[in-house]
Protein backbone atom coordinates (compact mmCIF):
# COMPACT_ATOMS: atom_id res chain seq x y z
CA UNK A 1 0.00 0.00 0.00
CA UNK A 2 1.60 3.68 -0.91
CA UNK A 3 0.32 7.13 -0.77
CA UNK A 4 -1.07 7.07 -4.46
CA UNK A 5 -3.48 4.60 -2.98
CA UNK A 6 -4.32 6.18 -0.17
CA UNK A 7 -5.20 9.70 -2.17
CA UNK A 8 -7.39 7.35 -4.26
CA UNK A 9 -9.14 5.88 -1.31
CA UNK A 10 -10.42 9.38 -1.02
CA UNK A 11 -12.76 8.39 -3.94
CA UNK A 12 -13.99 5.04 -2.22
CA UNK A 13 -11.18 2.91 -4.40
CA UNK A 14 -8.16 0.79 -3.90
CA UNK A 15 -9.04 0.15 -0.05
CA UNK A 16 -11.28 -3.49 0.04
CA UNK A 17 -13.75 -3.92 3.06
CA UNK A 18 -13.22 -6.74 4.70
CA UNK A 19 -15.26 -8.89 7.80
CA UNK A 20 -12.15 -7.96 9.90
CA UNK A 21 -8.83 -5.18 9.80
CA UNK A 22 -5.66 -5.50 11.05
CA UNK A 23 -3.52 -2.71 12.84
CA UNK A 24 -2.33 -1.76 9.74
CA UNK A 25 -5.15 -1.21 7.32
CA UNK A 26 -7.22 0.29 10.10
CA UNK A 27 -4.41 2.84 10.38
CA UNK A 28 -4.53 3.31 5.87
CA UNK A 29 -8.56 4.06 7.24
CA UNK A 30 -7.84 6.71 9.97
CA UNK A 31 -5.06 8.41 7.20
CA UNK A 32 -7.80 7.98 4.62
CA UNK A 33 -10.31 9.95 6.87
CA UNK A 34 -8.01 12.86 7.14
CA UNK A 35 -7.60 13.46 3.54
CA UNK A 36 -3.32 13.43 3.15
CA UNK A 37 -3.78 15.80 -0.13
CA UNK A 38 -5.18 18.56 1.83
CA UNK A 39 -3.26 18.07 5.30
CA UNK A 40 -0.79 19.67 2.32
CA UNK A 41 -2.49 21.57 0.13
CA UNK A 42 -4.26 24.13 2.90
CA UNK A 43 -1.76 25.07 4.95
CA UNK A 44 0.43 25.54 1.84
CA UNK A 45 -2.17 27.31 0.30
CA UNK A 46 -2.25 30.12 3.47
CA UNK A 47 1.34 30.03 3.82
CA UNK A 48 1.24 31.23 0.04
CA UNK A 49 -0.86 34.46 1.32
CA UNK A 50 1.01 34.63 4.26
CA UNK A 51 4.18 35.16 2.86
CA UNK A 52 2.64 37.71 0.20
CA UNK A 53 1.47 39.34 2.95
CA UNK A 54 5.23 40.37 4.44
CA UNK A 55 7.00 39.43 1.37
CA UNK A 56 9.04 37.30 3.35
CA UNK A 57 9.06 34.64 5.85
CA UNK A 58 7.86 34.91 9.52
CA UNK A 59 9.89 33.81 12.53
CA UNK A 60 10.02 29.82 12.74
CA UNK A 61 7.95 29.49 15.45
CA UNK A 62 5.06 31.14 13.39
CA UNK A 63 5.99 29.24 10.39
CA UNK A 64 4.83 26.12 12.33
CA UNK A 65 2.03 27.16 14.64
CA UNK A 66 0.62 28.20 11.02
CA UNK A 67 1.12 24.81 9.05
CA UNK A 68 -0.19 23.06 12.43
CA UNK A 69 -3.33 24.84 12.34
CA UNK A 70 -3.88 24.83 8.95
CA UNK A 71 -3.33 20.80 8.79
CA UNK A 72 -5.63 20.64 11.81
CA UNK A 73 -8.47 22.73 10.42
CA UNK A 74 -8.05 20.95 7.37
CA UNK A 75 -7.84 17.50 8.68
CA UNK A 76 -11.35 18.73 11.24
CA UNK A 77 -13.51 19.82 8.34
CA UNK A 78 -12.52 16.89 5.85
CA UNK A 79 -12.87 14.14 9.24
CA UNK A 80 -16.23 15.72 9.94
CA UNK A 81 -17.28 15.57 6.24
CA UNK A 82 -17.01 12.38 6.11
CA UNK A 83 -19.02 11.52 9.37
CA UNK A 84 -21.57 13.27 8.33
CA UNK A 85 -21.56 11.38 5.34
CA UNK A 86 -21.18 7.76 6.69
CA UNK A 87 -25.27 6.96 6.21
CA UNK A 88 -24.86 8.12 2.32
CA UNK A 89 -21.13 6.94 2.01
CA UNK A 90 -22.74 3.34 2.53
CA UNK A 91 -24.23 3.41 -1.11
CA UNK A 92 -21.76 6.01 -2.99
CA UNK A 93 -18.44 5.00 -1.66
CA UNK A 94 -18.76 2.00 1.10
CA UNK A 95 -15.61 1.21 1.14
CA UNK A 96 -14.37 4.42 2.38
CA UNK A 97 -12.93 4.37 6.35
CA UNK A 98 -16.38 4.82 8.47
CA UNK A 99 -18.74 2.94 6.42
CA UNK A 100 -16.09 0.02 5.45
CA UNK A 101 -15.87 -0.18 9.54
CA UNK A 102 -12.23 0.36 9.52
CA UNK A 103 -12.73 3.97 11.19
CA UNK A 104 -15.98 4.07 14.24
CA UNK A 105 -18.26 7.07 13.42
CA UNK A 106 -18.05 8.17 17.10
CA UNK A 107 -13.97 8.02 16.89
CA UNK A 108 -14.04 9.74 13.71
CA UNK A 109 -16.45 12.74 15.36
CA UNK A 110 -13.84 12.74 18.14
CA UNK A 111 -11.29 13.09 16.06
CA UNK A 112 -13.09 16.18 13.93
CA UNK A 113 -13.64 17.60 17.17
CA UNK A 114 -10.40 17.52 18.59
CA UNK A 115 -8.52 18.84 15.47
CA UNK A 116 -11.43 21.63 15.34
CA UNK A 117 -10.18 22.57 18.86
CA UNK A 118 -6.90 22.57 18.56
CA UNK A 119 -6.59 24.39 15.61
CA UNK A 120 -8.57 27.53 16.92
CA UNK A 121 -5.97 27.59 20.31
CA UNK A 122 -3.39 27.67 17.94
CA UNK A 123 -4.31 30.44 15.64
CA UNK A 124 -5.84 32.41 18.87
CA UNK A 125 -2.47 31.70 20.87
CA UNK A 126 -0.06 32.56 18.32
CA UNK A 127 -1.51 35.15 15.95
CA UNK A 128 -4.76 37.43 16.40
CA UNK A 129 -8.19 38.00 16.63
CA UNK A 130 -8.84 38.57 12.90
CA UNK A 131 -7.22 35.46 11.72
CA UNK A 132 -9.14 33.54 15.02
CA UNK A 133 -12.24 34.58 13.54
CA UNK A 134 -11.67 33.67 9.85
CA UNK A 135 -10.79 30.13 10.93
CA UNK A 136 -13.99 30.38 12.87
CA UNK A 137 -16.04 31.05 10.07
CA UNK A 138 -14.40 28.79 7.82
CA UNK A 139 -15.00 25.54 10.26
CA UNK A 140 -18.25 26.41 10.85
CA UNK A 141 -19.64 27.12 7.09
CA UNK A 142 -17.41 23.81 6.31
CA UNK A 143 -19.32 21.92 9.06
CA UNK A 144 -22.52 23.52 7.54
CA UNK A 145 -21.85 22.35 4.17
CA UNK A 146 -21.27 19.25 5.09
CA UNK A 147 -24.58 18.97 7.52
CA UNK A 148 -27.30 20.83 4.90
CA UNK A 149 -25.40 23.02 2.45
CA UNK A 150 -23.88 20.63 -0.11
CA UNK A 151 -27.47 18.80 -0.31
CA UNK A 152 -29.63 21.19 -0.57
CA UNK A 153 -28.01 23.88 -2.07
CA UNK A 154 -24.91 22.25 -3.87
CA UNK A 155 -21.30 21.77 -4.29
CA UNK A 156 -20.65 24.63 -5.92
CA UNK A 157 -21.31 26.48 -2.17
CA UNK A 158 -17.58 24.83 -0.88
CA UNK A 159 -15.52 27.52 -3.09
CA UNK A 160 -16.57 30.40 -0.94
CA UNK A 161 -15.42 28.67 1.90
CA UNK A 162 -12.09 27.65 0.63
CA UNK A 163 -11.29 31.19 -0.08
CA UNK A 164 -10.68 31.78 3.41
CA UNK A 165 -7.58 30.19 3.64
CA UNK A 166 -6.11 32.72 2.01
CA UNK A 167 -7.60 35.49 3.95
CA UNK A 168 -6.84 33.42 6.76
CA UNK A 169 -3.52 32.95 6.17
CA UNK A 170 -2.69 37.02 5.33
CA UNK A 171 -4.54 37.77 8.30
CA UNK A 172 -2.26 36.01 10.51
CA UNK A 173 0.69 38.54 9.48
CA UNK A 174 -1.01 41.17 8.35
CA UNK A 175 -4.77 41.94 9.91
CA UNK A 176 -4.54 45.38 9.40
CA UNK A 177 -4.61 44.86 5.34
CA UNK A 178 -6.23 42.07 4.94
CA UNK A 179 -9.67 44.55 3.64
CA UNK A 180 -7.28 45.56 0.86
CA UNK A 181 -7.78 44.63 -2.59
CA UNK A 182 -4.51 41.86 -2.96
CA UNK A 183 -5.85 39.34 -0.29
CA UNK A 184 -9.52 39.37 -1.82
CA UNK A 185 -8.23 38.93 -5.44
CA UNK A 186 -6.45 35.71 -3.79
CA UNK A 187 -9.39 34.59 -2.06
CA UNK A 188 -11.37 34.73 -5.65
CA UNK A 189 -8.22 32.27 -6.81
CA UNK A 190 -9.02 30.24 -4.05
CA UNK A 191 -12.50 30.18 -4.76
CA UNK A 192 -12.65 29.51 -8.86
CA UNK A 193 -9.93 26.32 -8.03
CA UNK A 194 -12.27 25.15 -5.82
CA UNK A 195 -15.12 25.50 -7.89
CA UNK A 196 -13.24 23.59 -10.79
CA UNK A 197 -11.67 20.98 -8.26
CA UNK A 198 -15.20 20.25 -7.00
CA UNK A 199 -17.11 20.20 -10.31
CA UNK A 200 -14.07 17.24 -11.30
CA UNK A 201 -15.33 15.46 -8.23
CA UNK A 202 -19.08 16.05 -8.72
CA UNK A 203 -18.93 13.52 -11.90
CA UNK A 204 -17.16 10.96 -9.78
CA UNK A 205 -20.59 10.71 -7.66
CA UNK A 206 -22.36 10.14 -10.91
CA UNK A 207 -24.10 7.22 -11.10
CA UNK A 208 -25.98 5.26 -13.81
CA UNK A 209 -28.74 3.07 -13.67
CA UNK A 210 -29.44 -0.24 -15.53
CA UNK A 211 -30.24 1.65 -19.15
CA UNK A 212 -27.29 3.56 -18.41
CA UNK A 213 -29.11 6.79 -17.57
CA UNK A 214 -27.05 8.82 -15.20
CA UNK A 215 -28.34 9.22 -11.61
CA UNK A 216 -27.45 12.49 -10.02
CA UNK A 217 -27.84 12.68 -6.20
CA UNK A 218 -26.35 15.84 -5.25
CA UNK A 219 -26.93 19.66 -6.86
CA UNK A 220 -24.03 21.76 -8.19
CA UNK A 221 -25.77 24.93 -7.39
CA UNK A 222 -29.37 24.01 -6.93
CA UNK A 223 -29.62 22.27 -10.69
CA UNK A 224 -28.36 18.88 -11.44
CA UNK A 225 -25.89 19.34 -14.87
CA UNK A 226 -25.09 16.38 -16.93
CA UNK A 227 -22.24 14.76 -16.96
CA UNK A 228 -21.01 16.50 -19.66
CA UNK A 229 -22.18 19.89 -18.74
CA UNK A 230 -20.45 19.56 -15.45
CA UNK A 231 -16.94 18.31 -17.75
CA UNK A 232 -17.21 21.98 -19.70
CA UNK A 233 -17.81 24.07 -16.64
CA UNK A 234 -14.56 22.45 -15.56
CA UNK A 235 -12.52 23.07 -18.46
CA UNK A 236 -14.51 26.55 -17.88
CA UNK A 237 -13.46 27.12 -14.75
CA UNK A 238 -10.04 25.74 -15.65
CA UNK A 239 -9.57 28.57 -18.45
CA UNK A 240 -10.47 31.02 -15.87
CA UNK A 241 -8.17 30.12 -12.70
CA UNK A 242 -5.09 29.84 -15.45
CA UNK A 243 -6.15 33.87 -16.88
CA UNK A 244 -6.40 34.79 -13.33
CA UNK A 245 -3.37 33.32 -12.20
CA UNK A 246 -1.39 34.86 -14.37
CA UNK A 247 -2.99 38.25 -14.10
CA UNK A 248 -1.75 37.97 -10.27
CA UNK A 249 1.89 39.76 -10.96
CA UNK A 250 0.13 42.76 -12.41
CA UNK A 251 -1.64 43.06 -8.59
CA UNK A 252 1.85 42.29 -7.30
CA UNK A 253 5.69 42.10 -7.69
CA UNK A 254 6.13 38.41 -8.85
CA UNK A 255 8.76 37.38 -10.58
CA UNK A 256 9.53 34.77 -13.39
CA UNK A 257 10.06 31.93 -10.88
CA UNK A 258 6.21 32.82 -10.23
CA UNK A 259 5.20 33.15 -14.12
CA UNK A 260 6.86 29.84 -15.75
CA UNK A 261 5.64 27.14 -13.17
CA UNK A 262 2.51 28.85 -12.94
CA UNK A 263 2.26 28.96 -16.94
CA UNK A 264 3.55 25.33 -17.15
CA UNK A 265 1.55 23.73 -14.46
CA UNK A 266 -1.63 25.42 -15.87
CA UNK A 267 -1.29 24.58 -19.32
CA UNK A 268 -0.95 20.75 -17.71
CA UNK A 269 -4.33 21.33 -15.75
CA UNK A 270 -5.98 22.83 -19.01
CA UNK A 271 -4.73 19.63 -20.94
CA UNK A 272 -6.51 17.33 -18.10
CA UNK A 273 -9.44 19.36 -18.15
CA UNK A 274 -10.04 19.04 -21.95
CA UNK A 275 -9.68 15.63 -22.09
CA UNK A 276 -12.11 15.17 -19.35
CA UNK A 277 -14.25 17.05 -21.67
CA UNK A 278 -13.91 14.64 -24.19
CA UNK A 279 -14.34 11.87 -22.06
CA UNK A 280 -17.16 12.64 -19.17
CA UNK A 281 -18.47 9.67 -18.49
CA UNK A 282 -14.64 8.35 -18.10
CA UNK A 283 -13.35 8.04 -14.69
CA UNK A 284 -9.64 7.71 -15.62
CA UNK A 285 -9.44 11.41 -17.30
CA UNK A 286 -11.55 12.61 -14.21
CA UNK A 287 -8.92 11.35 -11.86
CA UNK A 288 -6.47 13.44 -13.93
CA UNK A 289 -8.00 16.30 -14.23
CA UNK A 290 -8.99 16.35 -10.12
CA UNK A 291 -5.21 15.82 -9.51
CA UNK A 292 -3.59 18.20 -12.14
CA UNK A 293 -5.71 20.62 -10.66
CA UNK A 294 -4.50 19.71 -7.18
CA UNK A 295 -1.18 20.31 -8.45
CA UNK A 296 -1.97 23.16 -9.83
CA UNK A 297 -3.18 24.89 -7.05
CA UNK A 298 -0.17 23.46 -5.34
CA UNK A 299 2.45 24.85 -7.92
CA UNK A 300 0.86 28.63 -7.77
CA UNK A 301 1.29 28.42 -4.11
CA UNK A 302 5.03 27.16 -4.55
CA UNK A 303 5.65 29.87 -7.09
CA UNK A 304 4.47 32.40 -4.89
CA UNK A 305 6.55 31.49 -2.09
CA UNK A 306 9.32 30.82 -4.26
CA UNK A 307 9.10 34.11 -6.05
CA UNK A 308 9.26 35.99 -2.80
CA UNK A 309 12.19 34.30 -1.04
CA UNK A 310 14.43 34.80 -4.28
CA UNK A 311 13.39 38.40 -5.20
CA UNK A 312 11.28 39.86 -1.73
Not at 9 to 35: H, K, Q
Not at 45 to 68: K, T
Amino acid sequence: MNLVKVIRADFGSDLPARATYGFRERAWGYLTLARPLFLVLTPFNAASAAVLAIRGLPPWELILAGLFTGALAAAGVNIFNRYADRRRDITLWPQRAIPSGRVPAGAALAIALTAYAASLALCWVFFNPASFYILLAAIVLGSLYSTHLRDKVGYLSLPPVEGLIFLCGWACLAPATVLTALPWYLYLLGVVWQAAHIMAHYALNIRYDDKDNPTIATPALWGKPSPRAAARLTLGLTALLFVMSLLLPLLTSLSWLYIAPVAGFGLYALYRAAAYARQPRDKAPTHRAWSALALYRLAISAAIILSILVYP
